[in-house]
């Protein structure tokens, strides 16, 4: 069970890219044999981009390999760099819990207003449900992965 919950994101990540695949590739197929194309289909796989985003980061962030930019870090003396790495660790958290927030809001306006979508003219809230979520996942890979690392440095 702690498998699954600890690859969460590469299980998602898979599910999403395998439905865009198939859907693209169908499209594909559709518009060479007919000249005719599934209209959606740029709308499912806008998407569905957006999710891989999201959810790729969170992969990232747990395995220690996101963007970080640490110029400032390093220009400080070596028994400052620790408390730096955490304070950028803090306010990426911070960052993450507000766009899950903004993220949270949006989808509840969206499902008040009852806007749809362009092209199958679903509720526009369901490509945004996943948004809130991804967001807190990473954050709470970000976290993960600093404890992680800090519990390597002790044992080395």
Known sequence: MFKIVDRLEEYICSIIFLVMTIIGFANVLVRYLSNYSFASTQEILLNGFLLLTVFGAAIAARR??????????????????????????????????????YCAEMVMNQRASGSVSPGLQVPSWYY?????????????????????SRKAAHHV
């Open 64 to 101: 220690g390999e996101h963007l970080a930019v640490s110029l400032l870090a390093d220009l400080l003396p070596t028994a400052m760099q620790p408390f730096m790495r955490w304070f950028a660790l803090l306010l990426s958290v911070a960052l993450l819990a507000l766009s899950a927030w």
């Open 128 to 148: 945004s449900l996943a948004l809130p979520l991804g967001f807190l996942l990473i954050a709470l890979r970000l976290v993960q992965s600093a404890f992680a």
